[in-house]
């Protein structure tokens, strides 16, 4: 059963800094990962995901790497800004499987 | 181009009620799959469908049922409601359940 981590769980920073958002899953035999934000109380926003065969993708200001020898993708966000702030989600697919969603970093990123 | 779109966005309901939750998915797409989310904790699966059929499902009772139409949405009933079923239910679609996911806003099911 797949199981996903995510450390931090929160995270406050100052305005400008670049960060790093870490997930791991357990079981390494994925088809893809996408990355997520959330709001309080709202839907979650798709960021990026990334295929099995892919090491990383790229949209403006966050990068998303995938090891999956490893079990581990990092989500870094660079030149943070207090707009930033929301509730990172990661989600592992195995093949044929459905997502299997981490507990999410919350990020608060101070002006 | 219209994302995905779910009603009600809130509601209250009493232990034992019945409850139908609504989803249009995104322009293009063909397959729904529904979450639920309580507080503080990531989205738990509850089932796919695709086709009219559910695909898959997630550890959820059989109070938990659904249906998808020809035009791709689809509904989620959740029947004998206990207190426990509170949360944030989402709705996504993809493209025959492998491609890309997209999130509603969801509906925040209040049980009192």
């Known amino acids: 059963k797949q199981e996903v981590t995510q450390i931090p769980a929160a995270l406050s920073v100052p305005e400008g800094e670049n960060l790093v958002l870490n997930c791991s899953f357990t079981?390494?035999?994925?088809?893809?990962l996408q990355w997520f934000r959330q709001d309080p109380g709202k839907g979650l926003t798709s960021l990026l995901l990334?295929?099995?065969?892919?090491r990383e993708q790229t949209s403006g200001r966050l990068n998303a790497s995938l090891d999956k020898s490893s079990g581990r993708s990092t989500l870094y966000i660079a030149a943070s800004q207090p707009g930033d702030s929301a509730t990172y989600l990661c989600a592992v697919r195995g093949w044929g499987q459905n997502f299997v969603f981490g507990p999410g970093t919350r990020l608060s990123v101070l002006p | 181009d219209a994302g995905v779109t779910q009603s009600p966005t809130h509601l209250i309901k009493t232990r034992g009620q019945q409850v139908t939750l609504r989803c249009s998915p995104k322009?293009?797409?063909?397959?729904v799959s529904w979450y639920q989310q309580a507080l503080g904790q990531g989205p738990q699966f509850i089932f796919q469908?695709?086709?009219?059929?559910?695909?898959q499902r997630g550890n959820f009772p059989d109070r938990f049922s659904g249906h998808q139409f020809p035009n791709y949405s689809s509904e989620l009933n959740v029947n004998a409601l206990l207190l426990g079923d509170s949360a944030l239910y989402l709705c996504?679609?993809?493209?025959?359940?492998?491609?890309?996911?997209?999130f509603g806003e969801g509906s925040r099911l209040t049980v009192l």
């Open positions: 469908y695709y086709e009219e059929e559910e695909r």
């Open positions: 990334i295929q099995s065969s892919q």
């Open positions: 996504a679609s993809s493209i025959q359940g492998f491609g890309e996911l997209f």
């Open positions: 322009s293009g797409h063909d397959t």
């Open positions: 079981d390494s035999a994925i088809y893809n």
